[in-house]
């Protein structure tokens, strides 16, 4: 061969530098709101998106579903199925609910429709035309199946494996391959072969092991009827039996399918529902549902604890759980601790993470007051005491649940919407006194959703309002809050729900019922 | 039959077809067709069809008949068939008769763990097509087959004896694809990781007896007809799913070469092609299966590749992929497989080029599933649901080398590795059910029967067909004649006969009545 190179080192060097080898893997699949059961709004690492590459960072596509809106509500944040093995081929999938009881499985490669599955309303109520405040239809996200640990890293995907050097070897005359348990001693050379007749040895035995793990591979959807549907990602067909879960035209938030418990919150009194969590046994064959009541608080959201512990917040009320974080246990949903502070309102859901060993909550509380709690004991002995406080200042939080993560120097970081900023704050535990402190606040926003981390990067949503002001997408520096990238006027509406992150792409979802995705390109 | 034909049918000495693919370079091309032509082979008839007693595991059954033009045997010299089957048996027919000369029953040295089952990807036993050399004396030939226990037999062509005690050569129970030779290398590539082993190129050197081998870093190599070699040697395969990391010497979902060093026999990687879109093929799962002729061209030699995406990469084999290893002569658009899906669609097992009288280059590519809703050809012979052949033409536009559509064939039901002979393409649906993984039915609803046992009851029938290399006109097909289908096989032609071998045992010699 005559090369006609210089090398083939130099031209090595070319393809590095023009970033053309694969990367193989993909980011941890954001599988419910607030991309794990901690409710971390974090992806802990991305192949595509970093710091160093946001100068390639755009806008890859939008695709707008025939959903129809109802009250102010839309569309429901993206979870991502990043790798399936479908019988149309491997899909990077997203999953986006309707307000109208539709959920649209979209190709995130391109931007284009996989599936729709519209729900039909099957309770015998009467499905409600809806209110501002009940607005009927389906309300809460989707869940797919999500880890209680959350993911540490990236996953292979498809039928990718570590890259190994290549290398020839030879071996030794007669010996066959290198490596190779050399095998019987050859057998005799026959004599003339005509006409020989034999058959190999038959195969034997069973299948191989395959199937899915064990959490179910749906996506569970909460429809208007309360009745939940486990829908195949492969079709969008029922993938299981449906399942009486809430009652219908409930307004149920904060969906999530974990240790084998599908969990939701329901608010607002819409229905015969009760401001409460909701958690049906899945893997029981009863499927049993638990409930634990507020009564009367109004339930500002929930996360789970690496042990399963659901740890709820609760606004004002009569209740003697308003104003609270209460624990509970993962299936019956009994208290098991609580905090609570007179005066705190928690309109959003606590954020668990764990530094040096120990598991903490943080919350915000409606008047900007951020709390931070030990999850093991959140109040202490006297349920009142909160490991630390971060006092209220001209700020008001807005309820969205703050994110959380932790830098490549080890700094935990906490991340939280005001009314008009994202506000970041620093974990420290210095002589075994936690505490967070203030650290930057963004830019101004416009009704800014929960912010996220991938891979290093900060996103903030400035969610716009009905009134006129569309949705911006913002990349920050995660140490300064500084902006790196904004959409500018891509996005033409006004945001329905929050942030959320798939393989190289961060997605906003509208009023108008369009997907849009943001992201690193990547060459198809 | 005009008196010239006869009189260079006369003398021309007879065609041979010793290796899948036709050449060591995989063209499929018989170069040395004078009996069969455009305008006779409408005449085409079964001339025999020889039923062995091989038994097919999961759904490999026998692979393409290899054919010496002319072989002295005790009885004279005779026309040879030789066919593998799966369940490590070599069969050898009497061309003119169509009947069983001998065979041979490898004695394996490999005996599977009770309770073993590889499914559809592993089959175990012979999954080579073996190939033919020439033997020590004149009309003499030796086969060269991998038997599923890994080692390398030769057999006299004439007899079926041993001409050689057998040598290790692989690992038993893995999955190698057709054997190549060349300069006294046997050839072949491995995939899927069979029986628990490494996917790698291997090479057994006749002389020294020392097998060499060749570890990509990724991917399996699974192209049909094994690995295509150039003018110099150099061995190309593409590489299945794998990470496509050349600073970290990781060659999967790519076109490696390959070069024996001809001191120490060790194998050496010589170029590299990734596809800039490999990150994406990876994950899609439409891996660089296929393989790829090479062909000389103006003086400059190159190599055509595909994969399951469906496009065409058009590779200068002095420079695989340019500088910077990602940069083809030229990429074609999509040619199908518009849901970009991994299996039963796409450029399956091997393509096809040749030369016509007027020097014009022709590439045959076979692809399952529709056309691409963007790709058209000037001729077309009718809408495509389950496969077809597309012929492109070599040009050379103000510098810029491209492949320009010439036709797309008529539809076939899973079009596989044409061959072509004289100016007659010929291609065959294979028949085949090739889905592994059927839509899941809704909740409570019946399951499709999945692996092996539903895609053979859901398996039709082949079908042979014989279309006009200039326009892509179907000038004969075997209709029904072919009772049963095939699965990873191939067909071959040499001498006004064309050879298909089904999934029942079955070799079918179509040709010119004598």
């Not at chain 2, 070069?259 to 490999?278: E, R």
């Amino acid at each position: 061969m005559s090369i006609r190179r210089a090398g083939l080192a130099a031209a090595m060097a070319v393809a590095v530098a023009v970033g053309l080898h694969s990367q193989a893997r993909s980011a941890p699949d954001w599988t419910t709101q607030g991309a794990d059961a901690q409710r971390s709004s974090w992806v802990v690492a991305d192949p595509f998106i970093s710091i160093d590459s946001l100068s390639k960072f755009q806008f890859l596509w939008k695709l707008k579903v025939d959903n129809d809106s109802r009250q102010s509500n839309a569309l429901t944040a993206p979870v991502a199925l990043g790798n399936l093995m479908t019988f149309r081929g491997f899909k990077s999938l997203v999953f986006v609910g309707g307000s109208a009881n539709n959920v649209y499985a979209i190709d995130y490669d391109f931007g284009t429709l996989f599936w729709k599955t519209h729900i039909n309303y099957a309770a015998g109520a009467p499905e409600f035309a809806g209110s501002p405040r009940c607005p009927g239809g389906m309300t809460a996200g989707l869940t797919r199946a999500t880890n209680l640990m959350p993911a540490t890293g990236l996953a292979f995907f498809g039928f990718a494996r570590p890259p190994r050097p290549a290398r020839g070897e030879v071996g030794e005359p007669g010996r066959g391959s290198p490596r190779m348990n050399p095998a019987a001693p050859p057998p005799p050379a026959r004599g003339p072969a005509t006409p020989a007749r034999g058959v190999a040895p038959a195969a034997r035995g069973g299948d191989r092991q395959g199937g899915p793990g064990p959490a179910p591979n749906f996506v569970f959807a909460i429809p208007a009827d309360g009745i939940v549907r486990a829908l195949n990602p492969h079709t969008g067909d029922a993938a299981a039996a449906p399942a009486i879960f809430l009652p219908p035209n409930a307004t149920s938030t904060d969906a999530m399918w974990a240790g084998g418990v599908l969990y939701a919150a329901t608010a607002n009194d819409c229905g015969s529902a009760p401001e409460a969590i909701w958690a049906m046994d899945w893997e029981a064959d009863a499927k049993p549902v638990a409930m634990w009541k507020s009564n009367g608080a109004p339930i500002g959201g929930f996360a789970l604890g690496t042990d399963g512990t659901v740890y709820v917040s609760t606004g004002s009320g009569s209740s003697p759980y308003a104003n609270s974080i209460v624990s509970l246990d993962s299936k019956t949903l009994a208290v098991k601790n609580w905090f609570s502070q007179a005066g705190a309102v928690f309109e959003a859901s606590p954020v668990v993470f764990t530094e040096g060993g120990r598991t903490y909550l943080t919350v915000p509380a409606q008047d900007g007051r951020l709390y931070l709690l030990d999850a093991a004991a959140p109040g202490g002995v006297d349920h009142r005491t909160a490991l630390s406080v971060v006092p209220a200042s001209d700020r008001r939080f807005m309820p969205e649940a703050p994110a959380t993560w932790r830098d490549q120097q080890g700094v935990r970081w906490i991340l939280a919407a005001t009314t008009n900023t994202v506000s970041a704050f620093k974990f420290s535990d210095i002589n075994n006194a936690p505490a967070l402190t203030q650290a930057w606040v963004s830019r101004n926003l416009v009704s800014p959703r929960t912010p996220i981390i991938v891979n290093g990067v900060a996103f903030a949503l400035s969610g716009g309002q009905h009134s006129g002001a569309n949705a911006v997408l913002y990349a920050l520096d995660p140490a300064s809050g500084k902006d790196l990238w904004n959409s500018g006027n891509t996005i033409t509406s006004f945001a329905t729900s929050g942030l959320s992150a798939g393989t190289a792409q961060v997605y906003v979802v509208t009023f108008d019922n369009t997907v849009w995705s943001f992201g690193i390109p990547i060459p198809y | 039959m005009c008196a010239g034909h006869l009189i260079a049918q006369a003398i021309a000495p007879p065609a041979d077809w010793l290796t899948d693919g036709g050449d060591p370079q995989r063209t499929a091309w018989q170069r040395n067709e004078h009996t069969l032509s455009v305008s006779n082979v409408k005449n085409f008839k079964l001339l025999w069809k020889y039923t062995t007693d091989n038994k097919p595991r999961e759904m490999h059954s026998l692979f393409p008949p290899l054919i010496v033009g002319r072989v002295n045997t005790a009885a004279g010299p005779k026309q040879v068939a030789i066919v593998a089957g799966v369940s490590d048996n070599i069969y050898a027919i009497d061309v003119a008769t169509g009947r069983l000369l001998w065979q041979r029953h490898f004695d394996t040295t490999y005996f599977p763990p009770p309770g073993q089952n590889g499914g559809t990807l592993c089959p175990g036993g012979i999954t080579a097509t073996p190939v033919i050399g020439p033997g020590t004396a004149p009309g003499s030939y030796v086969v060269y087959a991998a038997s599923w226990d890994g080692r390398l037999h030769q057999m006299d062509v004439a007899t079926g004896n041993e001409s050689a005690p057998s040598e290790l050569f692989m690992p038993p129970n893995g999955k190698p694809y057709a054997l190549n030779l060349w300069k006294g290398v046997v050839y072949t590539t491995s995939a899927q990781g069979c029986g628990g082993n490494p996917n790698l190129v291997y090479a057994f050197d006749l002389a020294t007896r020392k097998t060499a081998t060749f570890d990509p870093g990724n991917g399996g190599m699974w192209g049909r007809t094994g690995p295509s070699i150039s003018r110099d040697g150099s061995v190309f395969t593409g590489t299945g799913d794998g990470s496509y990391n050349p600073e970290l010497r990781s060659y999967g979902t790519a076109v490696i070469a390959v070069k024996q060093d001809p001191l120490t026999k060790i194998l050496k990687l010589s170029d590299y092609y990734g596809p800039p879109n490999a990150e994406y093929l990876l994950k899609r799962d439409l891996d660089l299966q296929v393989t790829g002729p090479v062909f000389e061209w103006k003086g400059r030699e190159f190599l055509v590749q595909s994969s399951k995406e469906c496009r065409l990469w058009l590779l200068d084999t002095s420079a695989l992929g340019g500088e910077d290893h990602s940069t083809a002569e030229y990429r074609s658009p999509l040619i199908c497989n518009e849901d970009q899906n991994y299996q039963a669609a796409g450029v399956y097992g091997a393509m096809a080029t040749y030369e016509d009288p007027r020097s014009t280059r022709w590439v045959l590519v076979p692809f399952w599933g529709p056309t691409h809703s963007k790709f058209t050809a000037p001729i077309t012979h009718g809408e495509v649901f389950n496969g077809a052949i597309v012929a492109f033409t070599l040009e050379d536009r103000n510098g810029q080398l491209q492949l320009t559509p010439a036709w797309i064939s008529r539809d076939m039901n899973h079009a596989d590795p044409p061959v072509v002979a004289n100016g007659v393409v010929f291609g065959f649906a294979s028949g085949e059910d090739n889905v592994l993984i059927n839509a899941p039915p809704p909740f409570g609803a019946q399951a499709m029967t999945t692996g092996t046992p539903g895609r053979v009851s859901r398996s039709s029938h082949a079908v042979l067909y014989a279309l006009n290399g200039q326009t892509g006109e179907e000038l004969w097909s075997s209709g029904d004649q072919i009772t049963s289908w095939n699965h990873f096989s191939g067909i071959s032609v040499a001498n006004g006969r064309v050879y298909i071998a089904t999934f029942d045992g079955a070799v079918y010699c179509f040709g010119l009545p004598q």
